[in-house]
């Protein structure tokens, strides 16, 4: 099969692309809200808006790359097993690997980074996120709520692409001049 046949359509993208976005976006934002107590002591107005220019522009990148992952998957896998329900799948994996990642950033600690330790909860997750994603791709109202969900999830992209086409802009007149 030719690469590009197996390469989701534009209208399956979005609202993976927009899932993608939510979670990465807001994640960061909450990270951001949590720290901006402690900058405001030390920090100018501009300094703390400076930050949060290069955290979306880094949030930007961070999402094209997560998509990019999510569109070589749908390429190299076979097309029963991710392209053909990229939406479902492509969201469920997001929520899921993100959602287990920032759970991991929550719930860090020191003695869980040896690799004795860390491997077999990896390993664990992985089979979970696996199993799941089978299982969204399997029955019926799981599929249907992880659409929606996806699917609702587009408006929000009307928000998150101006500020962070502002950001960017921001960015690159501050860094130019």
């Known amino acids: 099969m030719d690469i590009v046949k197996k390469i989701p359509r534009w209208e399956q993208v979005i609202p993976v692309y ?3 976005v939510m979670m990465v976006y807001v994640w960061s934002l909450f990270q951001y809200f949590w720290r901006l107590s402690s900058w405001l002591n030390f920090s100018t107005l501009g300094q703390v808006g400076g930050i ?3 955290t979306v522009a880094v ?3 961070e999402s094209l790359l997560i998509l990019l992952v999510l569109l070589v998957l749908s390429v190299i896998l076979p097309s029963k097993w ?3 329900q990229f939406v479902v799948k492509g969201s469920a994996l997001t929520f899921l690997t993100l959602g287990g990642l920032m759970l991991f950033n929550q719930t860090l600690f020191e003695d ?5 330790i860390l491997l077999p909860k990896v390993l664990a997750f992985a ?3 696996v199993l799941l994603i089978f299982l969204f791709g399997r029955i019926g109202f799981l599929k249907k709520i992880m659409e929606e969900l996806a699917n609702r ?3 929000f992209l009307y928000i998150w692409m101006p500020i962070t086409a502002i950001s960017i802009l921001v960015l690159l007149v501050q860094n130019i001049f």
């Open 18 to 20: 927009a899932v993608i």
């Open 52 to 54: 949060y220019v290069y």
């Open 59 to 61: 949030n930007f990148i």
């Open 153 to 155: 999830m587009t408006v």
């Open 82 to 84: 991710f392209y053909e």
């Open 112 to 116: 869980i980074l040896h690799p004795s």
């Open 127 to 129: 089979a979970v996120v």
